[in-house]
């Protein structure tokens, strides 16, 4: 079965912490669900495909402007939440690379949720298929590791104590970074058959605190919540012990301390913004 890896993670680990802290996901990632919707400007005629859908928050912000759609998610438990959430679209579990998606839809739009298949350029050659001609595709998705201090700063802490070392995401790999490289992604959707495809930096902060807070706690949250986190808490916490956890947390903190912008946790969310067209 492919995308075997990313289907369990995402039934798992990655659900129950998405789930369970949307609102902060959804604060922290505000700027990028607005970027996606500005570039397909929804309206009452349209129908939305979203892929990777999670939690269903781009079709509950387009449902504002009349849209309606559908969401895919490989994930049982995000497609659960997606659709107590926005009851007037519809939510299926399918995998995107491989499953019939339905449609024609009049747009795919995607929040993070396109970088994690095995077959870019089948995974996308099955969503144009769902897509009408002359639709559109709008999407986001992460630049590098290096221009993303979210990805390493504080989850290293924890890393670093977990004998061998996992070496948190890589560049190009099925993953948050799997669509790093500009190139990359010009070469799978020209491969899978869209056109006018472009791709432009767009960064924005991704803000842990909105709430009034430093933020510390929120991304603290937020990374005991993901891979990082899970894994140390599996592996290290058993080993240590609760207070010695503790003061790891602790450790965890005081980085996220040290590196405030203006008072709070922020980080510049570097990321490309994709544009493209189904010709048909
Ligand atoms: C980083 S989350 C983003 C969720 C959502 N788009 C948001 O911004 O709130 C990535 C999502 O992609 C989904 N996903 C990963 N691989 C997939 C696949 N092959 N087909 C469909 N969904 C997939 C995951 O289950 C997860 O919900």
């Not at 290293?156 to 977990?162: A, C, G, N, T, W």
Request: charged share 20%.
């Amino acid at each position: 079965m492919a995308n075997e890896q990313m289907r369990d993670y995402w039934a798992s680990i990655g659900a129950e912490g998405w789930v369970r802290h949307k609102h902060i996901f959804d604060s922290e990632l505000a700027p990028f669900a607005a970027a996606v919707l500005e570039n397909v400007r929804p309206g009452p005629r349209d129908r939305l495909l979203d892929i990777g859908c999670g939690t269903g928050t781009l079709l509950h912000l387009a449902a504002e402007s009349g849209a309606s759609g559908q969401g895919v998610d490989i994930s049982p438990a995000m497609i659960e939440a997606a659709t107590s959430l926005v009851p007037s679209a519809t939510f299926v579990v399918a995998d995107a690379q491989t499953d019939p998606l339905g449609g024609p839809f009049s747009a795919m739009i995607s929040r993070f949720g396109v970088m994690f298949f095995e077959d870019p350029v089948a995974a996308f050659a099955n969503i144009r298929r769902a897509v009408e001609a002359d639709g559109r595709l709008a999407f986001v998705c992460w630049r590098g590791l290096d221009e993303n201090p979210m990805f390493s700063l504080g989850t290293s802490v924890l890393l670093d104590r977990i004998d061998p070392r996992p070496p948190g995401p890589v560049d190009g790999a099925p993953g948050p970074l799997g669509f790093a490289d500009p190139d990359r992604i010009r070469s799978v959707l020209t491969g899978s058959g869209w056109a006018d495809v472009s791709v432009e930096p767009f960064d924005a902060m991704c803000d842990y605190g909105r709430d009034g807070t430093d933020g510390v706690e929120n991304r603290l949250t937020m990374i005991l919540g993901t891979s990082a986190g899970s894994m140390a808490s599996a592996n290290v916490r058993p080993q240590i012990g609760e207070e010695a956890w503790a003061a790891l947390l602790d450790d965890v903190r005081a980085e996220l301390r040290a590196n405030l912008v203006d008072g709070r946790v922020q980080f510049n969310g570097a990321t490309w913004l994709v544009t493209a067209r189904n010709p048909g």
